[in-house]
T-cell receptor
């Protein structure tokens, strides 16, 4: 399943399927992007990051894709598991904002068994 | 030890009370952060400490007073709060101010009556 983080805040997928969470970022000068996962009752947890000189980065079961032309970031989760159920936040960073992270609104991922 | 420990986990206080939130990390991180998070919203940055000095104050009202006694501890002193200050308060740390991989605690859920 796919979601656009800012326009479809909830994504529901079947266990075992691949998930794609999308994020439209705001500033073309942003040079660093990061994904966090927040499970219920916990603080955000780092998943993966990518710098603007890259288009793709892979982690364990996760891949982040960056399309600077359209200011779009996506997080792909392979073989989604119930433990992946959480809210996923993308965040961006650029030099002109005192290097502070700018957080997206988040997408809630629900994995159906 | 990759944990950020926050106490208490829950706090209920009246508008005339004084209370403190505590945060501790033993990862040798030199940047520590306070965030505020409302339900179903991304975390909002409040304060950043870098090498035990206040680096960023995001125009937070003076009823919130941060303190960094040493490199492992971060406190947030609360006084004369308003009901709209009820939220989840998250502490985070990172290796240094330029490292965006934040380690978050589980937060203190604060209710102001």
């Amino acid at each position: 399943g796919e979601s656009v983080g800012l326009h479809l805040p909830t994504l529901s997928v079947q266990e075992g399927d691949n998930s794609i969470i999308n994020c439209a970022y705001s500033n073309s000068a942003s040079d660093y992007f990061i994904w966090y996962k927040q499970e219920s009752g916990k603080g955000p947890q780092f998943i993966i990051d990518i710098r603007s000189n890259m288009d793709k980065r892979q982690g364990q079961r996760v891949t982040v894709l960056l399309n600077k032309t359209v200011k779009h970031l996506s997080l792909q989760i392979a073989a989604t598991q119930p433990g992946d159920s959480a809210v996923y936040f993308c965040a961006e960073k650029f030099a002109g904002n005192n290097r502070k992270l700018i957080w997206g609104l988040g997408t809630s991922l629900a994995v159906n068994p | 030890d990759t944990e950020v420990t926050q106490t208490p986990k829950h706090l209920v206080m009246g508008m005339t009370n004084k209370k403190s939130l505590k945060c501790e990390q033993h990862m040798g991180h030199r940047a520590m952060y306070w965030y505020k998070q409302k339900a179903k919203k991304p975390p909002e940055l409040m304060f950043v400490y870098s090498y035990e000095k206040l680096s960023i104050n995001e125009s937070v009202p003076s009823r919130f007073s941060p303190e960094c006694p040493n490199s492992s501890l971060l406190n947030l002193h609360l006084h004369a709060l308003q009901p709209e200050d009820s939220a989840l308060y998250l502490c985070a740390s990172s290796q240094d101010r330029d490292n965006e991989k934040l380690f978050f605690g589980s937060g203190t859920q604060l209710s102001v009556l």
